[in-house]
């Protein structure tokens, strides 16, 4: 029988237990994303809803999960991606390998809204910079999309010789020769490159499925 996809996503929504929202630490700027927005309740008043998101796991399974609060009691909890109904749409929230790469309001009438950064997280910091160096924070961003290219363009034909190597894909698709071959340091640095470059734009909540997605991201 064919099963509702919206039915679906609301059954992997677990209630909240009305826990308040815990305090934001100065260590936690890689290993946590907290976001917030403002939404009209059906009564006309006005709420703070956040979104908590530990970006190593929880500590008791290690499955990455968004938890949601109103006013700061916790209200409810899915893993990722998450699609939490709310007065007038949907949160949806979805994470890659590098951090965050979606946490956005969906209103009824489809307009999207990304639910802003606390002002202490990596991610606020960031969008701090943006509005207060808009010229380094354009820098920044483009450094990194050039990184992501040059690690797209320069590594795809080598991965793609490796894979070529293992004997049913040889028998099957024939072996590839790259015509690019860098010397290991160079690999290791462009790789450590393209992770620094695809953190720096999972703080914006920017995500491209082939520069970010690549081969070092297994998200969809």
Do not use: C, K
Request: glycine residues 10%.
């Amino acid at each position: 029988m064919h099963r509702d996809p919206e039915s679906r996503r609301n059954r992997r929504i677990g209630p909240g237990d009305g826990h308040p929202l815990p305090r934001y630490r100065w260590w936690q700027p890689f290993s946590r994303a907290l976001l917030h927005i403002p939404l009209t309740e059906d009564d006309g008043r006005s709420a703070t809803w956040s979104v908590d998101v530990r970006l190593g796991g929880d500590s008791d399974d290690g499955e990455v999960r968004a938890r949601l609060y109103r006013d700061g009691l916790h209200e409810a909890v899915s893993p990722l991606p998450a699609v939490f109904p709310v007065p007038g749409g949907v949160i949806q929230v979805a994470a890659s390998s590098f951090g965050l790469r979606r946490a956005h309001f969906v209103g009824f009438d489809g307009a999207e809204h990304q639910l802003a950064p606390d002002p202490g997280s990596a991610e606020g910091r960031r969008a701090r910079l943006d509005r207060t160096r808009p010229g380094l924070s354009r820098l920044i961003g483009g450094v990194s999309m050039l990184v992501l290219l040059v690690a797209l363009v320069l590594g795809t034909p080598q991965i793609a010789q490796e894979i070529t190597q293992f004997p049913p894909v040889a028998e099957r698709f024939g072996s590839f020769v790259s015509p690019i071959h860098l010397p290991a340091g160079w690999n290791i640095a462009l790789s450590v490159a393209a992770v620094v470059a695809s953190t720096e734009r999972a703080l914006r909540l920017r995500y491209h499925w082939l520069l970010d997605g690549g081969v070092l991201d297994g998200e969809e």
